[in-house]
């Protein structure tokens, strides 16, 4: 396959990605400083000689979900880490991700032989499964949420691992891909043009029968739920493969052909769902309009998007306790004082009682100091841009109450305002307030 992104591609990316940071007011996480990437060997059968790398935050969750990341033709695990969001996003809600690499090191993987396309027959798929248990079995990582993503030839994968391991896979992102067995030619490595070229069209049905019947026959039990991506003007991968991806997992899941909603998430982003009786997605497609190979273009919010389809930035539970640490500056909301209507600020992380936060079941944040209990507080009941927050003793009022988004912001219940570092300081001191919600990454806070 053609590089996922060329030299001159990768320079009309990046033009793209900041048109799109400006235009979204997108952020990721910074990067904690303690993490790094990590080569591992000898992590179990390993048929055709992958090389695996893994990424644990420094604020890994306790028994982490694990998310494989898959590089595209010419790529590699290390370049798919440093050129993708998915590690920072990672920092920010503490999931471990495995970036393996092809072998021969840049070739694509293998989502054409005999072998590939069924469970356990070897090749490509059986390494990556072995991953996976590596982190589960070494890295704590939680068997119950493991999930899958990969753009261009890894997005075949995607495919083709959702296909072949579905009790294994929670859900997946596919980021320009073909359909399961699209690429089918019965050699190693095969290309087929008339996939690449979107000239393969089956109907639902028959897409849905080579997953049933080929992937893994007579399994019968939950499928992952799938999210898709393709650009409109993508000459390496048709954008009409983006078409018969939908055909074959809406039939797989059980779940019309027609969508259930269709709307535009960002500019020049047509999304459309495919829900079941319950309400739930188990399809999500998106249309890119004028986007080439190169998703999914970094700081544009397209790992963001994959990231909450598959779960990964879940909020924090009641009863969670820990530090609220404030991702931009990297330092933890601190109340300076115990006495009631003191400001709060942000300090260097410590781990006193005085940064230790719960989250409560009635949407409270307190902290414990000296025996005595106070709520995070919107300061004289304030809705307005700069309100202060201080805390007060509780009384169960909106103005103690708050949200903990999955979007790492923290939004008070009676305003609607985003918990806010103050001038988008970072040292020692800088007051903490109310302000509208702007996507900046001085209103993004993790919890625990």
């Given amino acids: 396959m053609s ?5 001159a591609s990768r320079l009309i990316g990046l033009v793209a990605v900041l048109a799109l940071a400006v235009v979204l007011g997108l952020q990721t996480a910074p990067r904690a400083a303690a993490a790094s990437l990590t080569q591992i060997t000898n992590f179990g059968t390993n048929p055709t000689g992958l090389l695996m790398h893994l990424y644990v935050p ?62 356990g027959g070897g090749s490509d798929p059986v390494g990556l499964m072995s991953m996976i248990t590596y982190a589960e079995q070494h890295y704590g990582g939680n068997p119950d949420a493991v999930y899958v993503t990969g753009e261009s030839s890894g997005a075949m994968m995607t495919n083709v691992m959702l296909a072949d391991y579905p009790d294994v896979f929670k859900a997946g992102a596919a980021f320009m891909g073909v359909p399961y067995h699209c690429f089918a030619t019965g050699s190693v490595r095969g290309w087929n043009s008339a996939c690449a070229q979107g000239q393969v069209s089956m109907t639902p049905r028959q897409w849905g029968d080579l997953v ?17 991506w393709h650009g409109t003007a993508d000459t390496i991968l048709s954008h009409n493969d983006l078409g018969e991806e939908i055909k074959q997992w809406t039939d797989v899941l059980g779940v019309s052909q027609t969508p259930s909603a269709t709307d535009t998430p960002a500019s020049g982003w047509t999304r459309t769902r495919y829900d079941n009786s319950a309400g739930t997605t188990q399809v999500e497609a998106y249309s890119i309009a004028g986007a080439g190979h190169q998703l999914p273009i970094q700081g544009a919010g397209m790992a963001a998007n994959a990231v909450h389809f598959m779960g990964l930035d879940a909020a924090p539970s009641a009863g969670t306790t820990g530090a609220l640490r404030a991702v931009a500056a990297g330092k933890c909301l601190t109340d300076p004082s ?27 944040l307190t902290v414990t100091v000296g025996g005595s209990t106070l709520c995070l507080d919107a300061n004289a009941k304030g809705t307005v841009n700069g309100t202060k927050a201080i805390v007060w003793t509780c009384n169960g009022q ?51």
């Fill in 3 to 7: 590089p996922t992104r060329s030299f």
């Fill in 338 to 364: 115990t006495a009631a209507g003191t400001q709060q600020q942000i300090h260097a992380c410590n781990g006193a009682a005085n940064q230790t936060w719960t989250r409560t079941p009635s949407n409270q």
């Fill in 212 to 228: 049933r019947k080929t992937a893994y026959p007579g399994y019968a039990g939950p499928r992952p739920r799938v999210q898709l």
């Fill in 398 to 448: 909106p103005n103690q109450q708050w949200q903990v988004n999955p979007n790492g912001t923290i939004t008070g219940v009676q305003s609607g305002l985003c918990l806010d570092v103050a001038g988008l300081g970072s040292a020692d001191g800088t007051p903490v307030q109310l302000w509208s919600c702007s996507g900046g990454s001085n209103q993004q806070w993790k919890l625990g």
């Fill in 58 to 119: 420094a604020g890994a969750k306790p028994n982490p979900p694990i998310l494989l990341a898959l590089h595209g033709c010419q790529g590699t695990g290390p370049y798919m880490y440093s050129s993708t969001d998915f590690a920072a996003l990672a920092d920010q809600y503490g999931f471990l991700v495995i970036y393996p690499s092809t072998n021969p090191g840049g070739s694509c993987w293998d989502v054409s032989s005999d072998q590939a396309l069924t469970r």
